[in-house]
């Protein structure tokens, strides 16, 4: 029966059979690496610069560096459950208003932020608008976003389509601006 010693002798030279054997068939490759260079008239700077301009994705020796693990900010009372504040908010933070209250720390955030944000260009309500142009003609209305429709789109002066400016002529009420009689009107229909 083979010992334990004799396996791993036996490991020894077959390793060093392996590597003599490699280091062998590597100078025959590199031998006719050189005759080829020399037959066709081939620097190392020529395969250098014609292997350097197809050469994709990151440079070798160029180590990544890991990022360290973001500290837990949010940290649930229930559950013991923490969260960093990226990424997805999970189900016991996600649904809160105020999430000061579940800081790990128990102060409020040091960066003072705005309970509402700045409106932005392009910030719209959405879903369903108010119609303010009206087609006397057909009766056919337009909230005013998206594309104008053809009986609207060629005309010059869009002011006597106008629902809010039609009412008012109607009541010989006092001039309200378009947006207050468009607000006005959906606070009366709630």
């Known amino acids: 029966m083979a010992t334990l010693e004799n396996m791993q002798a036996k490991i020894a030279r077959l390793q060093a059979q392996a590597e003599a054997l490699a280091v062998k068939q590597s100078s025959g490759v590199i031998a006719k690496i050189r005759d080829l260079m020399e037959k066709h008239g081939l620097t190392v700077a020529d395969i250098e610069a014609h292997i350097g301009a197809k050469k994709r994705g990151r440079k070798p020796g160029a180590a990544t560096v890991a990022k360290p ?9 229930k559950s013991g459950a923490t969260w960093t504040g990226h990424g997805r908010a999970p189900a016991w933070i996600a649904s809160a208003k105020d999430r000061t209250k579940f800081l790990v720390d128990g ?81 009366t229909k709630r």
């Open 69 to 77: 693990a973001a500290s837990a900010k949010y940290r649930d009372p």
């Open 107 to 187: 102060r409020a955030p040091q960066l003072a932020i705005s309970a509402k944000k700045p409106a932005k260009a392009g910030n719209y309500v959405k879903g369903p608008q108010a119609p303010k142009y009206r087609d006397p003609k057909s009766g056919a209305t337009w909230s005013g976003r998206g594309p104008a429709p053809a009986w609207l789109a060629g005309a010059k002066d869009r002011s006597k389509f106008l629902i809010v400016a039609a009412e008012e002529g109607a009541s010989g009420s006092k001039t309200v601006s378009p947006r207050k009689a468009t607000a006005k009107k959906a606070t």
